[in-house]
Every structure is written in C-alpha cells, then in structure tokens.
C-alpha cells in the first residue's frame, strides 16, 4: 500500500516537474502567450486566479504576476529564473490548478479534491505570440473621470470605483475588451454610424460604455439604444444620456413581441431562458455584425433530453441535467448562429452582480456572410441523439 502511494506521489511530481519544464521552454522559444495559476487556496481569501506572462524590463527577461482579488488587482515582475521557482514552488500548494496557453496548444495542470494530480493536453486556437511589453494589461477602456459613471453611482467624486461597484467596474471594462476584439475582426470597424441594441440594459453601464467607446473610435454618429423593462430605470438612463449627445437614448420594452429592427450589434446580457433565442433571433434577422449574449436559466431542453441506456445516469442528478441541458441549449445556439454565417465563441466571462452565470456567447459575421455547412448536419445529429424536439431560436430562424 505505502508502495502505491510512493509510486502514485512520484507520478504526480514528475507531472508537476513536466509542466514547469514546459514553461520554461516555451519562454525560451517565446511562445508561453500566458499562465493562468487558478484555484487558490490559502491566506488571500478574496484572489481569485493569477496571469502571469512573460515581460522584457530594461532588457531583462521578467514573469508579471498579476494577481487578480475581487475588487483590486496588484502587479508584481521577477526576473524570469525567479519567477519561474515561485511557479513551481506554488503549483499544488498554493494553486490547485495552472493553464498554460501557447502559441499552439494548451497544457492542463490540476489537482483533484483527494490530492490527485492530471496533467492534460489541449489543441486550443492559434494565439499570437506574446507582446513582450510590461503593463499591457493594466490599462483600462473606459475612462474612470467620465460623468456618467459618477450619476449612475459607479463612481466617486474622484473617479474612484464605490466598494460595492468594484466589481461591476471590472466587467464593465472587460465588457469592452471582448467588445473592442469584436469591432476589429467584424466589419464595425469600417462603420461610421454603427447601430446597436442592448437589451436588458438595467441602470445602463454597459449601454454608456459601449457609446463611449464608440465615440472614442471616432464613430460620433454612433446609435446606442438601451431597452429596458423598467420604465424607472429607462426615465433615469435617458436624464443623463441627454448630456452626452442625441446618439444614445433608451427606451421600455422587452424581448417579447419585438419586431426586427437593422442593427449592426445586438447585446442581451442574462436574458432569461428562451428570452436569449428571441434576441439571437433579432441579431441575425436585423443583420447584426456582432451579437453577444450572457444566456441565463436554460430550462426549454431540460424536459426534452434523453440519452441512450448507458449514459442515462448523467441526467439522474439534477444539477447534472442542468448543467447537461445548458450545455446543449447552448451548443445548439453556436450551431445556428454558425449555419447563419457568424463566426462563434463561447467562453468565460465576469459574472452579473444578480447571478454567478458567467458564460458569453460572442458571434462575429463572417465577411463572407455564408454559413458554415456542416453545422446544420452537426445540429440535426445533436438534435436525435438527445431526443429534442424543439428549440425556439430553431423554429423563430425557421419561420
Ligand atoms: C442583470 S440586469 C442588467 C444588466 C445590464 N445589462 C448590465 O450589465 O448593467 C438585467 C435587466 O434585464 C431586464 N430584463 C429582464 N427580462 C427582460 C426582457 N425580457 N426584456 C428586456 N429586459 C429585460 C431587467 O429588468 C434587468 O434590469
């Protein structure tokens, strides 16, 4: 038994030695694009994960650690050789978990709840390879002094994030970064007049923000338009909207019973359950070049899904039907959006303050504008295997 467990412990520390070999080669090779060491566990009860990536300073090879806390992020460089030992030195203590992104390809470091260790490959996308320039990550989109922010009580009289809206100022600003890659791979770039609907806008953060940074494009032609089931908070966004110009404005209305309007970019942030395929559906069909979507309480599927005998205890449990139907309802989506001619990704994003669902669904469209064939046949297969009989955004793209 002690042997098992040797054999098992040097196992896991030639796993962990792999990996920190691997960084250390690909920083050599200058294809380390990022480290993420996630998980932590320890004194610091509020980090949340740690990027580290390589930097030259003054001509040095350095790691910048960016540790990223709920309401703060704090910086630090070490020399390379320096930074590369407290990897390997935290990696299993500190960290439960490390991502490595390349230039081509992943590599997975975990720890499970017994201590066990896997390390994994993945194909990932090709990445560029890194900039080497210090604090590229530090910078913010959105400009802390602008008015705004200070009305709708984000910020202080100093341009200081209020401790309840920290957290809201970092999404907000991550908001801008995936919105910002958007309107450089998609056609907005060229536009001088964009046209955008951001449904669910609430107290309007990211409706102002998108303005904003359209307007800093120079695109002062910009039309946002927030809409919002509460005419309170309508009233409110429209009082202060006035002083930045006739380009922004808001309005009542929800997702149900909109007719599709030309837009070029479609935002619906934690539309509830089928209410995201209402407004997918008023993207493609108002000819958005970029349609993104935080989907929320995936409940249509759920009832629907069956599985073939020996894969029917992954639905036993309910939150694995859940998570199973999300999963589906939202591939599904990527499919359509795909067969529509829209380049899709899927991926990690800040949480809502009124909910921990975290994922974003961001389509660009192709400049080709032809969908991709094999999605519909990978849709329709999906479709039998799971028993679905229907779907909204199918059958509203059907109509
Ligand atoms: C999470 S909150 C606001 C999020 C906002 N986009 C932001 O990030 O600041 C979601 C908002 O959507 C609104 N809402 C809910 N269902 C809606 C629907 N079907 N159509 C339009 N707005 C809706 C709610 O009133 C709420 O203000």
């Not at 002094?145 to 009305?151: I, K, V």
């Not at 984000?154 to 919105?179: C, I, S, Y």
């Amino acid at each position: 038994m002690a042997d098992l467990q040797e054999i098992g412990a040097a196992r896991e520390a030639q796993r962990l030695a792999r990996f920190v070999e691997a960084f250390g080669a690909a920083l050599e090779a200058g294809t380390a694009v990022k480290l993420v060491l996630a998980k932590p566990q320890g004194a610091e009860a509020d980090l949340e994960k740690v990027l580290v990536r390589p930097v030259t300073i003054r001509g040095e090879a350095h790691l910048a650690f960016v540790f990223h806390h709920t309401t703060k992020d704090v910086t630090r460089n070490l020399p390379r050789a320096k930074g590369l030992a407290e990897v390997a030195e935290g990696l299993g203590k500190t960290y439960r978990a490390a991502h490595l992104l390349l230039v081509e390809g992943e590599l997975h470091l975990e720890w499970n709840r017994k201590g066990e260790c896997t390390l994994r490959r993945g194909k990932g996308q090709g990445r560029e390879a890194p900039s080497l320039e210090p604090n590229r990550e530090k910078q913010r989109l959105l400009d802390p002094s602008r008015p705004w922010l200070r009305a709708l009580g984000l910020m202080d009289a100093r341009g200081v994030a209020l401790p309840t809206m920290a957290h809201k100022w970092k999404q907000v600003n991550r908001f801008l970064e995936v919105f910002g890659g958007a309107v450089e791979r998609s056609g907005l770039g060229a536009m001088e007049a964009p046209r955008v609907l951001d449904f669910g806008a609430g107290k309007g953060y990211l409706t102002f923000a998108v303005y904003d940074y359209l307007k800093g494009l120079g695109k002062t032609q910009a039309k946002v338009v927030g809409v919002e089931l509460r005419p309170a908070l309508v009233e409110l966004c429209n009082r202060e909207a006035a002083r930045l110009g006739a380009g922004l404005s808001f309005r009542v209305g929800g997702l149900e019973g909109q007719a599709p309007e030309a837009v070029d970019v479609l935002i619906a942030l934690h539309a509830c359950d089928t209410a995201t395929d209402l407004a997918i559906n008023l993207g493609i069909r108002g000819g958005a070049q970029v349609i993104l979507c935080s989907p929320c309480c995936h409940k249509e599927l759920r009832p629907q899904l069956q599985l073939p005998p020996v894969l029917e205890p992954l639905l036993r449990h309910g939150i694995h039907a859940a998570q199973q139907a999300e999963m589906l309802t939202d591939t599904m989506r990527a499919l359509l959006l795909e067969a529509h001619g829209y380049e899709v990704q899927v991926f990690e994003f800040i949480s809502l303050e009124h909910t921990d669902k975290n994922k974003m669904i961001l389509a660009t469209k192709h400049p080709s504008g032809t969908g991709r064939r094999a999605a519909a046949a990978e849709l329709a297969a999906l479709k039998e295997f799971f028993g679905i009989r229907r779907q909204t955004l199918e059958e509203l793209l059907a109509k």
